[in-house]
């Protein structure tokens, strides 16, 4: 969601206030920027009651003037069926035209739906153009996701050096996902020299993240001592993260250092 007024974050009620009549007063008289900024408020609760469906119509109002971030931030409702009905198809219209004008995010969210064949036919090739088109632009999430193609082969011959840099290119923008898909890449030396340090750094990132298989993997590096110190306190401290949310191989491998059984791990990541 495009948020015009996050620079407001910090305001007093009394600021925010102030800051809904005076943009209200020029949405009422058709100001698109101004329109736009009514819905920001209007979704996020500032100044004014907290309303998805409000915050629906003054984007709509605004997108119809062709206000670019408003039209993305329609799409994300339309998508995700907030404010409004589930509508994938007037989704992908809508960033469909933000990312014809250059939007970043809507190109991004565009490579998704053609990826994913959502609101249109699934079409990996434009998939991959939208996605390219957003990373020039440094959107990270689109880094990842042609990372993500790179090392799976999707629509492409399956290149790990490729992946490895769009996933870097993600993980140094903090995408938790791509921090975790570098460590595995480390470990395995996939597109890059072995490293298991470098794999423990970058899990490590990942895993204060909450990246449930990143705290997994990092449980078991430390478990058996892979490129760092053996610590078992700190291995089953990881393990336990994975196992509270859910995790069946750090379950499993948790009952099995309790009972004095847990074999040596060679491939512990597949």
Request: glycine share 10%; with cysteine.
């Amino acid at each position: 969601m495009d948020n015009t007024l996050a620079g407001s974050k910090g305001n007093s009620k009394a600021q925010e206030k102030a800051v809904f009549w005076e943009n209200y007063s020029a949405a009422e008289k058709g100001v698109p920027e101004a329109q736009h900024r009514i819905g920001c408020l209007y979704y996020l609760g500032k100044g004014i009651s907290e309303n998805a469906k409000e915050a629906f119509n003054w984007f709509q109002l605004a997108a119809n003037q062709g206000h670019i971030k408003s039209q993305l931030n329609l799409g994300m409702m339309l998508r995700d069926g907030d404010g409004a009905p589930k509508d994938d198809k007037k989704a992908y219209q809508l960033f469909k035209s933000a990312a014809d004008q250059g939007d970043a995010e809507a190109q991004f969210y565009l490579g998704e739906m053609y990826e994913s064949g959502k609101g249109i036919f699934l079409n990996q090739k434009e998939a991959f153009r939208q996605y390219s088109l957003s990373a020039t632009q440094g959107n990270a999430k689109a880094h990842c996701n042609l990372g993500a193609i790179y090392y799976h082969g999707r629509g492409v011959v399956k290149d790990y050096e490729q992946a490895f840099n769009y996933y870097k290119a993600a993980a140094e923008q903090s995408v938790g996902v791509a921090q975790k898909m570098l460590g595995v890449m480390y470990y395995y030396g996939e597109g890059v020299p072995k490293n298991y340090p470098e794999a423990i750094k970058w899990f490590s990132l990942a895993a204060d993240q909450q990246d449930i298989d990143a705290q997994y993997y990092l449980g078991i590096m430390y478990y058996k001592g892979i490129g760092v110190v053996k610590d078992t306190r700190e291995g089953v401290h990881w393990l336990e993260k994975a196992a509270l949310r859910g995790d069946q191989k750090a379950i499993q491998d948790l009952k099995a250092i309790r009972t004095e059984s847990l074999e040596s791990f060679l491939n512990p990541f597949r």
